[in-house]
């Protein structure tokens, strides 16, 4: 078996690993190689803690991937790949998250499936080292027609790694015809936002549709290529679609002729002018969707992020007909889920309306939240009826 390179590690690193948190700053490394890849972790008496990702350059020096004596090899990648997938086999569709990182103990690797394609991405300089057994593993384990990588992400640029999309195997066409339960529509891998498109919502937009009454009338802010507007039209009278973007519309239009949709309106505008607008019309919804981008990009950005959560959500409570259902959430790591309920609270007391919290939010199963580790988790949200 061939030696890995060591590293060495304080006290307060290898405590971060006892308490099941798998990253080590660089603060904490004492002594590691000027190269990126797989080492051995040491703590400061010379007692082996693992194997992880080194990463060089990067403030993230180490990622745990192994307890000591396990080989990290084709095969490791392989069996790691099947128990994620075997944690998804409940999931009604065939658009998820395969790897969602740490959360799946294999930090800084995302995959996602669509249909027969894989899109994935290796985030950290001591994964990319790795690139050949995981995508031996991905043919293996997935067997796709496609593996695409997208790495048109900051992060790689921060480990000192290339940004691009790549095509690393097989074909990837730019748009697959993907189900989600009974709903059907054109993923986007090559340029659709994240990996093709926003998967983390999923159970979310099922749940949103099954609590609304049939026949309702339904509003989707910022809607995209319409994720909750789709699941929505299979049971409402007339869904009203927004969003900013003229294209993601037209896309959005495309994925409702897939499924044979006639009752969607699709609305260009800028969401917060839109429900102004709504608003002094008097319009009423039986149900609303808020799902929009991360306001939150940084720490620094947190009170505005609230102010601009508040706003929109106001505007959206005071369109809810009588017995009304709100979809709210907020995709920004940066807004915890304490205060985006706080949020909520004020939000409703400045909106006149009495609201019931009739369920708190999260991820999709395929995007696991592990509960020693707060980064793994970003989405929270909230279901409100109208009383």
């Known amino acids: 078996m061939t030696m890995l390179p060591v590293a060495l590690v304080t006290d307060r690193g290898a405590a971060r690993w006892t308490r099941g948190h798998p990253w080590i700053f660089r603060s904490d490394v004492s002594d590691a190689p000027i190269t990126p890849g797989l080492v051995a972790v040491l703590d400061n008496r010379g007692r082996a803690l693992g194997t992880a990702l080194h990463s060089p350059l990067s403030e993230l020096r180490l990622r745990f991937l192994a307890k000591p004596g396990i080989v990290i090899d084709a095969d490791w990648w392989a069996a790691r790949l099947r128990d994620s997938l075997a944690r998804r086999a409940r999931v009604d569709a065939d ?6 990182g740490e959360g799946d103990g294999l930090p800084s690797l995302v995959v996602d ?11 950290s300089a001591g994964l990319e080292t790795q690139r050949p057994m995981i995508l031996d593993a991905l043919q293996r384990v997935l067997v796709p027609r496609g593996i695409l990588l997208r790495h048109d992400a900051g992060v790689r640029r921060r480990e000192g790694l290339s940004e691009g999309v790549e095509l690393v195997h097989g ?17 986007a891998p090559w340029d659709g936002q994240k990996t093709g498109a926003f998967l983390d919502q999923r159970p979310n937009r099922e749940i949103l549709s099954h609590a609304m009454s049939e026949g309702a009338r339904a509003l989707d802010c910022f ?14 009278r007339e869904v009203v679609a927004v969003d900013i973007s003229a294209d993601a519309l037209v896309r959005g239009a495309e994925n409702a002729a897939l499924n044979g949709f006639t009752n969607l309106v699709w609305t260009e505008g800028d969401a917060f002018e839109v429900l102004r607008s709504m608003e002094r ?9 808020l799902d929009p981008p991360a306001f939150a990009k940084n720490r620094g950005a947190i009170a505005g992020a609230l102010r601009g959560y508040h706003e929109v959500n106001l505007r959206a409570m005071r369109l809810l ?25 004020h939000a409703a007391e400045d909106s006149g309306r009495t609201l019931v919290l009739e369920r708190v939010l999260g991820q999709g199963e395929d995007h696991p939240e592990l509960v020693t580790v707060p980064e793994t988790g970003y989405l929270k949200g909230a279901l409100l009826r109208a009383r």
């Open 171 to 187: 074909d990837v066409p730019q748009r697959v015809a993907v189900r989600e339960g009974a709903v059907r529509w054109y993923a």
């Open 321 to 345: 007909a009588p017995g009304g259902l709100l979809l709210t959430a907020s995709c920004s790591f940066h807004v915890g889920r304490s205060q985006f309920l706080e949020m909520l609270q």
């Open 95 to 100: 658009a998820y998250r395969v790897v969602h």
């Open 281 to 289: 019309a008097g319009e009423r919804f039986d149900a609303i969707a």
């Open 223 to 236: 809607s995209y290529h319409g994720s909750f507007a789709l699941h929505l039209a299979a049971r409402a």
């Open 113 to 123: 499936r669509y249909a027969d394609v894989v899109v994935a991405q290796l985030l």
